[in-house]
């Protein structure tokens, strides 16, 4: 590794602080301070900045900000103050950022004076470039991501290989394999509101890795008469996808509660949606040990999807519900009152969890006790109408489905077999970045009409029948243009067959009788 020249590090310096002020992170006077406090975080003790911009600052010029804090974290290894591992520069960059920022309290005390003078969306708008500028929102890695349309019976399906979270070092796999067990961890995990300015750790370190948060800002809300956090993703699906999470480290839960949190925000919000996943295992998202929600500026394609059939339900005239032509089984409910909706989503919800249909393999609970079925709500407001998307789960296991009947099936497991969570009920498939590779090396044996070496290499065994019957049926349109788009079209059906598989209410015949028994019934 080239290490910088005191030139190229009081350069860079000089380029961040200004980066800083044109963005409104700092303040012009504070740059002969910022500039010394990060080359403390470079564990250096000079170069002197020069005397003309120490002075007035210069004019700001175009600045890369990802490249600048590589320089800055380089210097900070070569002087040993920093891991030489991905995760060690980072830290740094995240302490620079954090000092380069305006202090949490400032943050939130200028959001609630926008959300005051110019309403909540001009709050959010602001805060969400501020995140941006801080590279907490990591932009440039978002931008790595693939991404297309397929077009399906269910609409526009959304796909994303999902290539902007960062790898494992392993450097660092190995370092955790030596850690020293802890059973403390601070934080507790990753969405607890204590994250706000950690400065990280290695994965050596007691408690293992946790990922630097020195430019993280928690903007505080109540939801449900309690403290919760607004925060956003660094690693976005979605336009503006914000977290709401609780203050208090405990389990998801789906109930008048969590609905009442939900209403909450988009009462706060109402330019954004707000989603909660499951709070079971295998229907549920990955983080079930602590309360959140995920929302943002995004209609996804469940929102667009057609409505089949309209019901009432006697003990809520005011209400309008609707079963949407969608691959999981989705129950949209509507209504211009808040509390009329609460009520019927909470009697939806309750009668779901005690619901048995063995016909379609729905069972409610084992007999101990065990709950099979919860949902996965989502509320928005389009005007003075709320609407809550009730998503219908079941977690029930079989002997032939041994991680859920309701789960994507075996036979898409090439593609994904990771829990259907909240953004992908809504139709926008998070897919592993070892499709990128694999996709290729499957675009490449069709192109070369080598059909026999799909289940020897080790890059596209897992896709050989798949790849045989595109091939089968495309092979036509298999050009070298062309091929990498056809099976990315095919990904997408595949993301629907998955959708499909979590559904518990099938599209045939027997599916929707069973459908309606349960509408029956509430």
């Known amino acids: ?171 660092e796999i190995a370092a955790a394999g030596a850690a020293a067990p802890n059973a403390e961890k601070y934080p507790a995990c990753q969405l607890c509101i204590e994250n706000e300015g950690y400065s990280g750790r290695a994965a050596s370190a007691p408690g293992g890795a946790h990922p630097a948060r020195q430019n993280l800002r928690i903007i505080p809300i109540e939801l449900g008469g309690e403290r919760w956090g607004l925060q956003y993703s660094p690693y976005a699906y979605f336009n503006e996808h914000c977290i709401a999470m609780s203050a208090h480290h405990r389990p998801m839960h789906i109930d008048r509660a969590s609905l009442t949190c939900l209403l909450d925000f988009v009462d706060a919000f109402p330019h954004y949606f707000i989603g909660s996943n499951a709070d079971l295992p295998i229907v549920g998202g990955s983080i079930l040990s602590h309360d959140h929600f995920q929302g943002g500026a995004h209609e996804f394609p469940m929102m667009r999807a057609r409505v089949t059939e309209t019901f009432s339900m006697p003990g809520n005239p005011d209400v309008t519900g609707e079963v949407l032509e969608w691959p999981l089984s989705v129950l949209r409910l509507a209504s211009t009152s808040r509390e009329a909706l609460l009520e019927a989503s909470v009697h939806v919800i309750d009668a779901w969890r005690s619901w048995s249909d063995p016909a379609v393999g729905v069972i409610a609970h084992e007999a101990d006790g065990t709950p099979h079925n919860t949902v996965t709500p989502v509320i928005r407001r389009a005007g003075e109408r709320y609407e809550a998307y009730l998503a219908l789960r079941c977690n029930v296991t079989s002997a032939d489905h041994p991680l859920g009947v309701f789960h994507p099936h075996a036979e898409y497991h090439h593609i994904k077999r990771e829990n259907i969570g909240l953004i992908e009920v809504m139709g926008l498939a998070i897919l592993p970045p070892r499709l990128v590779p694999e996709l290729a090396a499957v675009r490449d044996h069709l192109l070369a009409g080598d059909l026999d070496v799909l289940e020897t290499d080790e890059l596209t065994a897992s896709h050989a029948a798949w790849a045989r019957e595109v091939y089968a049926r495309r092979s036509s349109e298999l050009t070298p243009e062309g091929t990498l788009g056809v099976l990315h079209e095919e990904v997408g059906h595949v993301f629907g067959h998955v959708l499909e598989n979590a559904g518990v209410f099938k599209w045939d015949e027997a599916g929707r009788a069973a459908q309606q028994r349960f509408i029956d019934s509430i």
Not at 20 to 47: I, Q
Not at 106 to 114: D, G, I, M, N, T
Not at 140 to 161: C, D, H, M, Y
Request: hydrophobic residues 45%.
């Open 1 to 171: 590794m080239a290490v910088a020249t005191d030139t190229q590090l009081r350069d860079a310096i000089q380029a961040l602080v200004g980066y800083a002020v044109a963005h409104g992170l700092a303040d012009a006077e504070d740059r002969v301070w910022a500039y010394n406090a990060t080359l403390e975080c470079a564990g250096a003790t000079g170069p002197a900045p020069k005397e003309a911009w120490a002075l007035d600052g210069g004019a700001p010029a175009d600045a890369d900000l990802d490249a600048l804090l590589a320089t800055i974290a380089d210097v900070a290894v070569a002087n040993g103050v920093a891991d030489d591992t991905a995760s060690g520069r980072d830290r740094v960059s995240c302490r620079v950022m954090g000092l380069l920022m305006p202090k949490p309290s400032q943050v939130s005390a200028h959001f609630r004076e926008l959300a005051r003078a110019a309403g909540p969306k001009a709050a959010t708008d602001w805060f969400y470039q501020l995140c941006c500028d801080a590279g907490y929102v990591r932009r440039s890695a978002i931008a790595r991501n693939v991404k297309w349309t397929t077009p399906t019976r269910w609409g526009n399906l959304e796909i994303t290989i999902n290539l902007s979270k960062p790898e494992k070092d392993p450097r």
